[in-house]
């Protein structure tokens, strides 16, 4: 039996932030339907290792045909930014909302250096672009939670010969989370934001019938970074 759910997850607010776009894009697309699949959705937790146990706990309870996680970016960020890759490291630039602030700890010991998202990242950014939405590709998810909850769905989802393809995408920031600074930087509207994870969905869902590559694990050796398949 075909699956059809797509996961979408983003997380609550944290720092100094009264808001997260990255959970009102989540809590926004539940329900929907993108290409016949049905949207399922969650707010994650800002908290050191909570974040990766309640993101597996909606993989296992919706069992979905893709899992797409957004996140918000650096106040820098001027565009949607689809990563490639997640590192097993914790190294948080600010204290979580529990006031962990891990340094260079791994994520999962014993687990792989890094993992490769398995959506399909050109395809993505080339869906957004067409839908007006300003968007790039990332080779590096960052350090903090957006990354740990990356490489947690990645490890989970790995050596699965049916695994549903999954990665991770940041956001930039509200204009109202920018609007009260000194200096104000960059920004983004929900509606433009809404209307590129829609193009998101739309070239997840369109590429699931040729099916989906197993997760790769990416560890480092002698000679180097190399990718096993």
Same mark, same amino acid.
């Given at each position: 039996?075909?699956?059809?759910?797509?996961? =979408?997850? /983003?997380? @609550?607010?944290?720092?100094?932030?009264?808001? *997260?776009?990255?959970?009102?894009?989540?809590?926004?697309?539940?329900?929907?339907?993108?290409?016949?699949?049905?949207?399922?959705?969650?707010?994650?937790?800002? =908290?050191?290792?909570?974040?990766?146990?309640?993101?597996?706990?909606?993989?296992?309870?919706?069992?979905?045909?893709?899992?797409?996680?957004?996140?918000?970016?650096? +106040?820098?960020?001027?565009?949607?930014?689809?990563? $490639?890759?997640?590192? *097993?490291?914790?190294?948080? #630039?600010?204290?979580? *909302?529990?006031?962990? $602030?891990?340094?260079? &700890?791994?994520?999962?010991?014993?687990? +792989?250096?890094?993992?490769?998202?398995?959506?399909?990242?050109?395809?993505?950014?080339?869906?957004?672009? &067409?839908? /007006?939405?300003?968007?790039?590709?990332?080779?590096?998810?960052?350090?903090?939670?957006? *990354? &740990?909850?990356?490489?947690?769905?990645?490890?989970?989802?790995?050596?699965?010969?049916?695994?549903? #393809?999954?990665?991770? =995408?940041?956001? #930039?920031?509200?204009? @109202?989370?920018?609007?009260?600074?000194?200096?104000? /930087?960059?920004?983004?509207?929900?509606?433009?934001?809404?209307?590129?994870?829609?193009?998101?969905?739309?070239?997840?869902?369109?590429?699931?019938? $040729?099916?989906?590559?197993? =997760?790769?694990?990416? $560890?480092?050796?002698?000679?180097?970074?190399?990718?096993?398949?």
């Amino acid at each position: 039996m075909l699956r059809r759910t797509v996961l =979408v997850t /983003g997380f @609550e607010p944290f720092g100094s932030y009264a808001v *997260n776009p990255s959970g009102m894009i989540a809590e926004s697309l539940a329900g929907r339907v993108v290409w016949e699949l049905t949207v399922r959705s969650g707010v994650l937790p800002v =908290v050191r290792g909570e974040t990766g146990r309640r993101v597996i706990e909606l993989i296992a309870r919706h069992d979905p045909a893709a899992v797409v996680c957004f996140g918000q970016g650096s +106040p820098r960020q001027t565009a949607l930014r689809v990563e $490639r890759l997640a590192t *097993n490291v914790r190294d948080f #630039p600010i204290a979580d *909302n529990a006031g962990h $602030r891990p340094t260079g &700890e791994p994520i999962i010991p014993g687990a +792989p250096t890094a993992y490769l998202t398995t959506l399909p990242v050109t395809v993505i950014r080339d869906h957004v672009r &067409e839908a /007006g939405v300003p968007c790039r590709l990332s080779n590096s998810a960052g350090t903090f939670l957006c *990354n &740990e909850v990356m490489f947690t769905v990645l490890e989970y989802l790995s050596g699965r010969p049916s695994a549903p #393809p999954a990665g991770f =995408v940041h956001v #930039p920031l509200l204009p @109202e989370q920018v609007a009260s600074l000194e200096q104000p /930087g960059p920004s983004m509207a929900l509606e433009t934001m809404l209307r590129g994870a829609e193009a998101v969905l739309a070239a997840v869902a369109d590429g699931l019938p $040729r099916g989906a590559g197993r =997760v790769a694990p990416v $560890r480092s050796g002698r000679g180097g970074i190399r990718t096993h398949r």
